[in-house]
């Protein structure tokens, strides 16, 4: 009997260092969460509830939907242009030999490498200098700008020879260009695509910096939360925090099990 | 005389400073298996490239059927290729994959099914139509890379070592089958490999390539029994190359002294000509046997049992070239024992090449 017991002492500081781990990266957002149920006016201890009040009050703000609107069309429509220039980039460099395809592949990924604040900056000189008005086109550009380099690279990464191999089987057998690329490689290439979209959608959802400077009178949910806690700390900021990573979660796990199931199949 | 299946006409092909292949001059008979065989980097995975359309030659002209197709993109030729990697469409079932180039020729569903499911059948295979390629093992990729290739009625097949990635069992095996398959359909085969034996089990013509160019062609009996080539002897089967130089030549007939002696061949070349003579290790007897002459005695340094034979390596004295030889099955060798080398100047075939 002694052995069991033995074994579970010596696996105790694991198990107390995989709970402090966890602890420091969920507990946060698990305290965050909790509050969002608070019955009283802050969301500090003690806690007294559990109460769905500002849940109502968030879903009754009309400020604060549209904003969650705007969110929602910001990231599909940037992430789905982010995938379909990510695509035909990536097509373009692994399968046709171009001059200087070495620095055009290092410019595309760059922007991985700066730091959102530069890029926003940059954004707002450069949309300033072109009289473009700020508006959430401008932040879908801005969201462009941050992913389509990760999806480039994600789709570049599964564009190699063996695929490139079953392009030419494709052609050998009669296929056109167009017919390759719509039968086959779009196919072919479904999970990487769908991934880089999800991945996209999760990035420009939780974006706050580059939405912040490039838009002015529509403004996406960051944004809208940000200007919400300026007036000071609330149940209400709380639920609705609980809220976008509900929805970050729920992305990632969609995307999780596609893409998990494809590879099992 | 007929139209051949497939000429080229004077390929060459550079890539860069590098010369891939030159001067290759090649007719295919229609309906004939053939092989390019020879090692990597020998030009027989280019040629191939080359008859189906994804590479174009430097120079030369390609032509099917008669017909010039060098400027012919793949989808435009009467070629299919099964690959070495299968390169079988990953998200189709296997019925789709099958039906994929049918679909493309605007065959109309209700007509692909049947000629799907012959192919399929074809290569006893009927059975996974609705299952996805991940489903199935190597050898069964490898069919259903065959059927979706030949379901659209190829004039020429083409196939890029289509059995390198199985195990030597089921190598042998589906190269019985590809014989068979291609004796039913008629269809012309080129087949590309670096296997001497699968050249000789499937090829009914042997094209022997290296550095870029045709070494040798012809049956594979020919090409074992009389190479062309220095080349060709070593690569074709296990040899003996016997270095030796002309000392005289007459009609048909040439006498060559060589460290094992002098010996009259069959053959034409100057005297003074160096010269080499293949003698392939079965044609190395202890015994005189009819029309043996005696190459003196050898040494065994080496014995190894191969189940229809012992191969041995010898040293003779006064010739410091290991010498190989086989032995009946029965005939039990150790090293360090002495035979005694007898061989037929008819077995020797004469190298100038």
Known sequence: MRGPLLHLLRSLPLWGYVLLLYGFIFLPVAVLVLFSFQDSRLPVPPFNGPSLRWYEAVFSDARLLEALANSVVVALTSSLAAVVLGFLAAYALARHRLPFSGLLQGF??????????????????????????KSLLTVGIGHVVINLPLCFAILYSQMGDHQANIERAARDLGAREWQVI???????????????????????????????????????????????????????????????FLISIATVLVLDLVVFRSRKA | MSTPAVEFRDIAMCFGEKVALQGINLSIEEGSFVVLLGPSGGGKTTLLNILGGFLAPSAGQVLIKGADVTCVPPAKRPTTTVFQDYALFPHMSIAANVGFGLRMRGVPRAERAPRVEKALDMVGLGHTALRRVDELSGGQRQRIALARALVVEPSVLLLDEPLGALDLKLRRQMQEELKAIQKRVGTTFVHVTHDQEEAMAIGDVIVVMNEGSIEDQGTPERIYLRPASRFAANFMGENNLIEGRVTQSQAGKVRVATALGDFTVSGEAQTGASIALSLRPEHLHPEAGDGGLALGSAKVIEAGFFGTHHQCSVVRDGYDTVLKLRLPQKRLVQPGETLALHADPADMVLLTR
Do not use: Q
Request: aromatic share 14%; charged share 10%.
């Open chain 1, 108 to 133: 595309l990924t760059a922007p991985l490498t700066v730091s959102y604040l530069i890029i926003a900056m940059g954004l707002l000189i450069t949309f300033n200098a072109l009289g473009v008005p």
């Open chain 1, 182 to 244: 719509t039968l086959v490689t779009v196919p072919m290439l479904w999970p990487a695509l769908f991934a880089s979209f999800f991945l996209s959608v999760t990035f420009s959802w939780d974006e706050f910096i580059i939405a912040f400077m490039v838009s002015r009178f529509d403004v996406t949910l960051p944004v809208e939360i940000w200007s919400m806690l300026r007036s000071g700390l609330n149940p209400k900021t709380n639920a609705i925090g609980s809220f976008v």
